[in-house]
């Protein structure tokens, strides 16, 4: 009989703090990263440590982003993209995720690209996963936005536009931080300036591809 009221209060204190965790998740992203913020990976590391950024019912991500001098590198005899930002569908970004990514290209020129996972069908293995959509050049600010509609995941950056067939689309699913190589890391430290915009409902299926930024 004793054990009834443990397994309530269990339930309660559980449903608190997963509430509590959806609640700060979704302000972390559209709160503070409302803001400028400057993400910083290590030389020799891929990523930096993070907290894992839930994402509930959200089909779009609106975000600008610096580059800066730590962009260049020495181009390695593997040279893959590197991701910038974008989000995934379900609990793996290898059934259906899209991602802002770049490269450098002999050691001088940096291009910028889109890359998506479909349906755990990687993008190099795929046909239309993967494209150059521009060049792109250091201390400058750049806009982006990545939107899944009609079944394909939407990339306007600046003022080119690019598309891909996209997976199939959960409820649910997780934002794609910044991260370097996959099968190389960098011999310096890279960061990134970047700020997440808010997107409203009524405005995820909207046409406005590049709003300009207020000063």
Known sequence: MKKKPIIILSVIIFLLVAGIFLTTTYSTIFGSRGKWERITI????????????????????????????????????????????????????????ARLVYKCVDDTLLLVGGYCWVDGVKPDDGVGQQAIIDTIEPNKTYHCRIKYEDGKFKFYFEDKYWECKAGQRENWGYLLEPYIGGVFTLDHDWYIDIKDIPVKKKERFSDSTNPKEKK
């Open 42 to 97: 290590l030389a020799g590391r891929h990523s930096y440590y993070h907290s894992f950024h839930i994402l509930y019912d959200v089909d779009d991500i609106e975000f600008y982003f610096k580059t800066n001098d730590t962009w260049y590198y020495d181009e390695p005899e593997r040279n893959g993209w590197n991701k910038i930002h974008g989000f995934s569908f379900g609990n793996h970004h290898d059934q259906s995720s």
